[in-house]
Structures are given as C-alpha cells and as structure tokens.
C-alpha cells in the first residue's frame, strides 16, 4: 500500500517554463513533507519541506504548495533550468514523531535547453 | 560530500553469497535508516537505528539484518544473496526528524 504516490513517472519541460511536479498521499497522519532531488550515482538531496500549518513555502526558485483537504501537495519551479533536470522524491512524516520518512516513486524531470 | 559516507560504491557477487554494505552517518547524527531503490521502485525503507537501538522496521527480508555500533556506524548485512536484491543501498542520517541527509549509495550487482 502506497502512502506517497507520485503518479508521474515522468516530467518534460522546456529551459524557462514552469515545472509542476505532484504528490498525493493517503495517511492523514502525515504533517510534514519534504522534496528531495537525486542526480544519477548521487544520494537523494534535500530540496524544500512544508510543515501541514501552512500552504506554501517558498526558496528561491521552488515553492511548494499544499492542500491538506484534497492530500495534495505540489513542487513548483520557477523558472526551470537545465540543471534541475533529476529525479524528484516527495516524501511524508508525522512532524516529531519517531517514524520514518515515507518516499514516492519519483518523477524525473527533464529541462530542455 | 553530504558528511554521510557509504563503503563500497559497487559490488558485484554471485547469488547465495553474503555481503555487509557500511555507513559513517554524518556528525552528530544519531539515526542512520536504510534504504532501498529497486529498478523503477522508489526509496524502500528498510530498518532505522538510532544512537545503537533498532527503532523502526520497514519492509525487510529476514535474509538481510543490520547494526548500530558503539561509534554510531551502521552495516546492513545481506544474505543468500539472490538476483532480485541487486538494487542501489542508501544510508541516511538525521539529528531529529525534519529530514535525513543521504550518502552516494552502495550499487549491489548480483549475477
């Protein structure tokens, strides 16, 4: 049972556009969510998180919104480059709990120059 | 460099083999969790420690088994090996838990 879905395996843009990469989950536990991008024969690095008292968080040029009601959250890049071109992980935790962090599959975006 | 150091970067063995992959979590970190990626499979969690003591399991075979150790190094021990289990092992650290820092990942081959 998937509790962090990622329901885009993959993501194609072009160098300037937007780049919406979406999360779904099913445990309404969850209160914490972080985004980790991954390069290829690198480690998951940590990217944004959004705690569930708020909506939207923003660093530069990624912001990450999310709807609690639908169990919904979403990645947006601003403008993209082609250096974002990676794999995105969404991933959930109850906010100080002991338990570990659930991953989705991934999306792998793709920026085009 | 994350401050997570994973040893070896690869290893190919043959099936029914064992294997111990290893992880220095970065400093300070108490909880090192395991991680596996399987072709076209997201990050599996395996098992967590923390500060020496098995504090969550995930989805584990009872051929694979890990440790903590006195100096807060972790080996995940992998056993009978078969070719399914070929897949890359990450190793995470964290302070608390608003998010993990990652090493570069073992990649295990088995033929």
């Known amino acids: 049972d998937q509790q962090v879905k990622q329901n885009s395996p993959s993501l194609s843009v072009q160098e300037g556009r937007i780049s919406i990469l979406n999360c779904d989950y099913t445990n309404s536990m969850f209160d914490y969510f972080l985004w980790y991008k991954k390069y290829p024969a690198e480690g998951p690095t940590f990217l944004i998180s959004?705690?569930?008292?708020?909506d939207k968080n923003e660093d530069g040029r990624f912001t990450v919104f999310l709807n609690k009601s639908a169990k919904h959250l979403s990645l947006h890049i601003v403008p993209s480059q082609p250096g974002d071109s990676a794999v995105y992980f969404c991933?959930?935790?109850?906010?100080?709990?002991?338990?570990?962090?659930?991953f989705g599959k991934g999306t792998k975006l793709t920026v085009n120059p | 460099d994350s401050g997570v150091t994973q040893t070896p970067k690869h290893l190919i063995t043959a099936t029914g083999q064992r294997v111990t992959l290893r992880c220095s979590p970065r400093s300070g970190d108490l909880s090192v969790y395991w991680y596996q990626q399987s072709l076209d499979q997201g990050l599996q969690f395996l098992i967590q420690y923390y500060n020496g003591e098995e504090r969550a399991k995930g989805n584990i075979l009872e051929r694979f088994s890990a440790q903590q150790f006195p100096d807060l190094h972790s080996e995940l021990n992998l056993s009978s090996l078969e070719l399914g289990d070929s897949a890359l092992y990450f190793c995470?650290?964290?302070?608390?838990?608003?998010?993990?820092?990652f090493g570069s990942g073992t990649r295990l081959t088995v033929v």
């Open positions: 991933a959930a935790s109850v906010e100080g709990g002991s338990e570990k962090l659930v």
């Open positions: 995470a650290s964290s302070h608390d838990n608003y998010g993990y820092t």
């Open positions: 959004i705690s569930s008292i708020k």
